[in-house]
């Protein structure tokens, strides 16, 4: 950094085993930040690239396996890889450090989509005690949760303003509209002769550190035919993106072999006659959007 640059230090060596880099990372991208999210491990160091509006570029550098490489999709193998590796977290705000890497004659760049989880990985985000904080600095702006919140491709994309319910019976309808959607993925993967409920509980199981109220061992959520039963109320951005991820991991799993394609259509068809129905309220909770995600295809 040199002396003319108008960047400044938002916080220096946090360390990885106390500090949720997922949260960091949605917290920063949520108030408009504008910078460098600086990683550094063992043999590794990557930079994640905020300007305020798409979704961050990551820039890895793995000196063990002497690669350099550029790229939306490093978002998420850095956010694994922190879960595994300890290490340190520097953010440095300002315009200056938000640059065209893409460009950078030593590095190679990637096209591979953010957020492509498979099965066997689990995005679940340890929380803890906030540490390398500095004294004027809300402890809440590195938002030290458990809660994963939206999906990583949409990280850098605050929620609407229209994602939380307006009343009581705006909050049903959401909840029968998940509901809705968890039956037509049930019929679609019933019929492909797996086990839905085995495979909607091993996901919800995947993702209960993330998303409490899916613990399948606590009583906080339960399904059956088309109906869901919540014993509390919930923020609808994380019934939306939980029970959103939950349902496309279970497509995923058994959308494989020679049946994937058939299984994906048949899955998009079956959304798709919830959303002919639920329409509006699809669009307000933010569940439409999740629609293509879930079925892996195009379902509108």
Avoid: C
Avoid at 13 to 41: K, P
Avoid at 43 to 62: C, H, K, M, Q, W
Avoid at 276 to 299: C, M, N, P, Y
């Amino acid at each position: 950094m040199t002396p003319e640059s108008k960047s400044r230090v938002l916080y220096e060596n946090l360390d990885t085993t106390f500090v949720n880099l997922w949260a960091l990372l949605r917290s920063l991208s949520q108030r408009g930040f504008i910078g460098r999210v600086h990683v550094e491990m063992k043999d590794y160091t990557a930079d994640v690239f905020i300007t305020g509006s798409n979704t961050p570029l990551v820039r890895e550098i793995d000196r063990a396996a002497g690669s350099d490489v550029v790229g939306e999709g490093g978002l998420h193998r850095l956010v694994l890889r922190v879960r595994e590796t300890p290490g340190t977290i520097s953010v440095f705000e300002g315009a200056d450090e938000v640059f065209a890497v893409r460009g950078d004659e030593n590095s190679e760049t990637e096209t591979s989509q953010p957020g492509a989880l498979d099965e066997d990985e689990k995005l679940q985000l340890s929380s803890g005690v906030n540490q390398g904080t500095p004294a004027n600095e809300d402890p809440d702006a590195i938002a030290m949760t458990n809660v994963a919140g939206p999906p990583i491709e949409t990280l850098a994309k605050p929620p609407a303003s229209g994602t939380q319910p307006m009343d009581e019976i705006e909050w049903e309808a959401i909840v029968r509209a998940g509901a809705e959607l968890i039956g037509s993925v049930e019929r679609a993967v019933t019929d492909a002769g797996a086990d839905f409920n085995a495979l909607f509980n091993a996901a919800r199981l995947a993702l209960a550190d993330d998303y409490t109220f899916l613990d399948p061992m606590s009583d906080g959520f339960s399904y059956a035919k088309s109906i869901v039963n919540l014993s509390d109320e919930i923020p609808v951005n994380d019934y939306v993106a939980g029970l959103s991820e939950a349902l496309r991991r279970v497509v995923d799993r058994v959308a494989a072999g020679d049946r994937a394609r058939r299984l994906r259509e048949r899955v998009a068809l079956e959304l798709l006659s919830v959303a002919r129905k639920r329409e509006e309220i699809l669009a307000r909770s933010g569940f439409r959007s999740q629609l293509d995600r879930i079925a892996g295809t195009k379902v509108i």
